[in-house]
């Protein structure tokens, strides 16, 4: 939905005026402020991304470890898929990374971990070439009144939660407490409705099981088969 769409429905359920009861400016903010809300409250499939960069530009840090910035825009700890030369790591936990690093320092082992927005690579890695990782990313504010939301045509829920939690703010502003309430308990439901079935359609997706889809026991140092879930990290 567009910027100016979503003010028109708020200005219209609320029977409010940017004249009298919000400015455009703050209005302009409130939805912005409403759009991070439900663009941040779960991994939506609107805000997935892919983005390619070049091995070379890595560096290494005092551990040895080679480290790549997130992609710009994307949100921390959010990388589910890692490939480099067309060959996949596995992720583990930063605290894994660190036991796996110090207890089998010279693995070759093709795994990652992240933290904040950086992430880390065994460097003994056997791989090279293209980087290629899938993640979120935080979309960008709404400046125009034409800038549309990330989400299709398919989840009206979310931008209907976008018009809810706007109002619920403008609410509050008017310290009309129970509606401010009652708004954004709305904007939740619709929230959990459009996840809901965002969810049953992912989990009706099929896996392939391959045995290169194995997860590292840093305990025992030995491999074990774990089948690759989305959401899983």
């Keep these: 939905m567009r910027r100016d769409d979503l003010k028109t429905q708020i200005l219209v359920r609320g029977g409010w005026s940017t004249s009298v009861t919000v400015s455009e400016a703050n209005l302009n903010t409130l939805i912005n402020r409403a759009y991070n809300f439900v663009t941040g409250y779960h991994k939506w499939p609107d805000t997935e991304g892919k983005v390619s960069t070049t091995y070379s530009t890595a560096v290494l840090n005092d551990m040895g470890d080679v480290v790549l910035p997130y992609p710009e825009g994307w949100k921390p700890d959010s990388i589910r898929i890692l490939q480099i030369g067309g060959k996949r790591l596995e992720k583990i936990t930063l605290e894994d990374y660190q036991i796996f690093r110090e207890d089998q320092s010279s693995s070759t082992d093709r795994v990652f971990s992240d933290y904040g927005l950086e992430y880390y690579i065994n460097p003994n890695a056997d791989v090279s070439g293209s980087v290629v990782v899938w993640g ?8 125009d009144e034409t ?11 979310a931008d209907d939660a976008i018009i809810d939690m706007t109002m619920s703010f403008i609410y ?5 407490v129970n509606e401010a309430k009652s708004k954004t308990q709305e904007a939740r439901i619709k929230i959990e409705e459009l996840w809901k079935r965002v969810s049953d359609e992912q989990f009706n997706y099929k896996t392939k099981n391959r045995g290169i889809f194995q997860r590292i026991d840093i305990l025992n140092g030995q491999p074990y088969s774990d089948s690759i879930k989305r959401d899983q990290f």
């Design 136 to 143: 979120q990313f935080s979309p960008i504010i709404l400046s």
């Design 147 to 157: 800038d549309l939301t990330v989400f299709d045509d398919n989840s009206t829920e």
């Design 172 to 176: 509050e502003r008017l310290k009309e």
